[in-house]
Structures are given as C-alpha cells and as structure tokens.
C-alpha cells in the first residue's frame, strides 16, 4: 500500500465533504472503474446459527484502484450515488452476485447471496423488471438471491417499495430489510412491505451486551420477527458473548468477524469446505 499523501487524503475524504475538485476526480475515476472492470466484490458467510452452517453470503462491493489500493464501499457508494453512476454499478454487483451463485449451484454449493440495493435504485419504477432480466440472463435461479434493502428506503415510499418488491419474491428472490432498528420506522408501517428477512443493524448487536436499552432492542425485534414468522440476521457478530446472545433469542443467522471477513469468492469457496468438513 502507497503511503496517503496530502492529495490522496484530499481524494478519499471527497466523499465526505464539499471538495469538488476531490469529488470531480473520483467521480470520473469511478465512471472509468466500472468500465475497466475494478470492482469486484468480496463475501462474508452467514451462518445459520442452529446448526452452525454457512447457508449464505452478503456480495460486498470493493473497488481495486491501480494506484490508490483498495476503496472501501463507504468512500465510493455515496459518489455513485450523486452521480448516476449507481445504476450502473448496481447492475454490475447483481450480474455478478448472480453468475457466482449460478457457477457455485452448478458445483453443488447453493448459497445464497444478499445483494445491496441502494435507495436510488429501488426509486426506479423498472427495478424489479431490471433486476429479473439480469437474474436470467446470469442463468441463476431467483432463490438463491437475496436483495437488500435498508429499512429508510423501504420505508421512504412504502407503497413504491411494496410494488417493487412484491413480483420479485413472486418469483423467489427474497427480501431483507438491511439495518435494521436505525430508520425509526414504526413496527406496523413495516408490516405493509413484503419481505423475508430482518438485519439487525451492527451498532445494536455490538451494544447488545453492555447497554440495556439496545439489548430490549434487539431481544424485542428478535421477538417480533418469530412472531412474524421472518428469518433474522444479526449483523456485526465479533464475540462468542455476541452469538450466544442472539442465538439465545431466537435469531436465526449470524454475520460478522467471529464467523469470517469479507473475503474473495475463491477464498470463501476453499473457507465453506472446511467449515463443512469439520
Ligand atoms: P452494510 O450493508 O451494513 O454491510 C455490512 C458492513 O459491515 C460491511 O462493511 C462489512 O464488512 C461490515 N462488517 C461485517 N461484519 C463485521 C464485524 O463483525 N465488525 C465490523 N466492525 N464490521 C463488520 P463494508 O463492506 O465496508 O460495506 C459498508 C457499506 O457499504 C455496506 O453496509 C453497504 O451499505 C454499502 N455497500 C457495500 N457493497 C454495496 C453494494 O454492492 N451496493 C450498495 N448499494 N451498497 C453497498
Ligand atoms: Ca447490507
Ligand atoms: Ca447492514
Ligand atoms: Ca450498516
């Protein structure tokens, strides 16, 4: 890795402030990343806690610059967002989701992957459409794609997002509701969308063991999903305490360091072989 000089500082904060000569600059290197074919995404298990097994994995973009080294999601997402480059970058991380769940199915491994979906993409009225059309053009069956949608895009246009959402899990794609327990959104309201799995967002996961208040949290969304009859994800899962905690109440799988990092596809492929072996 390349030592962050000034202007490379400069260049990764663009993001996160109002430097316009930062921003323009990592704009038309992103429009170029996408063409060039510098992204590429890494997988992190998810493990269904029950029985201990990776059924799933979460698609995590991740950009290799030539020169800058590798861009977390955080710094280039919002920028593909601002400007119109999400589109295209969706379409990149789906069509590749796709195609590696369709070459894994094809080896005997079916898993699942969780694709994010950004609020942005979702506003489009053919989002649904869209997303069916590059499912079958990678050849992947529907079921074996999960997409992700975090609880304020969902919630922003409830009515929207339910249209979207409803032909898609007709034809088995599940829905997450990502990040769970930070859009306020009320429990009721959430009920009107169609989806198939809760988040818990991390931060709730981490204060889960120290902090009364978000361990109710997370012990009453836990509740609620059995209730509803939805599978849970705990996101952030970095301690034994942590996954015996969730575990505990019911939450079906678990995500975080203590299972596994994000990693390559083939590194997860060589990880799930071994996790089943022993
Ligand atoms: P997210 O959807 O909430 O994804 C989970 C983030 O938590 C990932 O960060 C993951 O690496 C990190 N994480 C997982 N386990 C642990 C843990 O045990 N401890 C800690 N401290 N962190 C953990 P990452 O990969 O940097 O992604 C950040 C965000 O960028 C994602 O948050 C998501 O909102 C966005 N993102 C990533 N890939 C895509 C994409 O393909 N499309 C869109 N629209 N957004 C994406
Ligand atoms: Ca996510
Ligand atoms: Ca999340
Ligand atoms: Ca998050």
Redesign the pocket.
Same mark, same amino acid.
């Given at each position: 890795a390349r030592a962050a000089g000034p202007l490379s500082v400069r260049w990764a904060g663009a993001a996160l402030n109002d430097d316009a000569y930062g921003r323009l600059r990592m704009e038309q290197e992103l429009r170029h990343a996408i063409a060039a074919g510098e992204l590429e995404?890494?997988y992190?298990p998810q493990i269904e806690l029950a029985s201990g097994k990776p059924l799933g994995a /979460?698609?995590?973009? %991740?950009w290799r610059h030539p020169t800058r080294g590798m861009i977390?999601?955080?710094r280039f997402?919002p920028v593909? /967002?601002e400007c119109g480059l999400?589109e295209a970058? *969706?379409r990149f =991380?789906l069509e590749t989701a796709a195609r590696q769940a369709a070459a894994w199915a094809g080896l005997g491994f079916r898993l699942r992957i969780a =694709?994010?979906?950004?609020a942005i993409?979702l506003r489009n009225p053919a989002f649904a459409e869209t997303a069916l059309a590059i499912l079958r053009e990678a050849d992947c069956d529907p079921s074996l794609i999960e997409l992700?949608i975090?609880e304020s895009a969902a919630m922003a246009d409830a009515d929207h997002a339910a249209r979207q959402l409803a032909p898609l899990r007709a034809q088995g794609v599940r829905i997450a509701i990502?990040?769970f327990g930070t859009g306020y959104s009320n429990l009721a309201s959430l009920t009107q969308l169609p989806f198939d799995v809760i988040?818990i967002? %991390?931060g709730f996961v981490?204060d889960a063991l120290e902090h009364p208040n978000a361990r109710m949290v997370v012990a009453a969304v836990l509740g609620l999903a059995g209730n509803l009859g939805v599978e849970t994800v705990a996101? *952030?899962? /970095?301690t034994e305490e942590q996954r015996a905690f969730v575990a505990a109440h019911g939450c079906t799988y678990g995500?975080?360091?203590?299972f596994s990092?994000?990693v390559p596809a083939e590194s997860l492929l060589a990880w799930r072989r071994n996790q089943l072996v022993a």
């Open positions: 995404l890494h992190q /979460e698609a995590l973009a %991740r977390p999601p955080d997402i593909a /967002e999400v970058l *969706g =991380v =694709v994010n979906v950004s993409q992700e975090t990502d990040d988040k967002d %991390r981490r996101e *952030g899962v /970095e995500q975080g360091y203590l990092r994000p």
